[in-house]
Structure formats: structure tokens, C-alpha cells
């Protein structure tokens, strides 16, 4: 099992910047990739970004892309995802995974939820209009 902790969410102004961190612990050796999902109120919980632990592969939704960056630290077994350019539909609880299946050398990463094996208690981020 793989235990998740997820911090730097807050109050932000559209166009402003905020860094989510998510501290892996516990069985992190069996860890194939790392992502982070959102669930904006009411609606269900999405794909944002994911890292292969390997060798930092990554992959982004499009919704996202050229805005967010998703990176990760071996030494401290953390995940960062740098969110730039905010909009308020960005506006969501975030959470970290951590998956042992999630992916490939035949495959991309993935972006379903249902793949993920662990989850962090999630962050709220909310960007004001």
C-alpha cells in the first residue's frame, strides 16, 4: 500500500499560480507512474496530468497543456504539479495517485481513474474570477 499526502492548495485569482505537492510513503517501490486528478463540484473525477516514475514520461489533458507541469522528485519520493495561467474552471479538489498498472512500454499512461491503485485525501484549489 501506498499512502498519499497532498498540500499547496488555496485561493487563487484567475491568471494566478499555485504548486500542489503530493509525499509518497509505504510501498513506493512497486509505483509504475504518479498523476494528479481533479473533481470540480458536481461533476465527476478527471485525468489532469501523470509521471512515469522511471523516467519522468509524462502526459498531460488537454485541457491543461501549456499551463500545468507536472515533475517528480526521486529523492523525496514527492510530485509536484505547477499550475500557471489559472482559470476558474480549473477550480476543483485535487488529487494525487499513484498507480503500479497504469502503464507501458507498449502503452501511454493512463488516464482512468478506476487503474490507480492509491489516493491522496485531495486539495482544494479554487481561482476566483
Known amino acids: 500500500q501506498v499512502q498519499l499526502v497532498e498540500s499547496g492548495g488555496g485561493l487563487v485569482q484567475a491568471g494566478g499560480s499555485v504548486r500542489l505537492s503530493c509525499v509518497a510513503s509505504?510501498?513506493?517501490?512497486?509505483?509504475?507512474?504518479m498523476g494528479w486528478f481533479r473533481q470540480p463540484p458536481g461533476k465527476e473525477r478527471e485525468f489532469v496530468a501523470g509521471?512515469?516514475?522511471?523516467?519522468?514520461?509524462?502526459r498531460y489533458a488537454d485541457s491543461v497543456k501549456g499551463r500545468f507541469t507536472i515533475s517528480r522528485d526521486n529523492a523525496k519520493i514527492t510530485v509536484y504539479l505547477q499550475m500557471n495561467s489559472l482559470k476558474p474552471e480549473d477550480t476543483a479538489v485535487y488529487h494525487c495517485?499513484?498507480?503500479?498498472?497504469?502503464?507501458?512500454?507498449?502503452?501511454?499512461?493512463?488516464?482512468?481513474?478506476?487503474?490507480?491503485?492509491?489516493w491522496g485525501q485531495g486539495t482544494q484549489v479554487t481561482v476566483s474570477s
Open positions: 495517485a499513484a498507480g503500479s498498472r497504469v502503464g507501458s512500454s507498449y502503452r501511454p499512461l493512463s488516464t482512468s481513474r478506476y487503474e490507480y491503485d492509491s
Open positions: 509505504g510501498r513506493t517501490s512497486s509505483t509504475y507512474a
Open positions: 509521471i512515469r516514475w522511471s523516467d519522468a514520461g509524462t
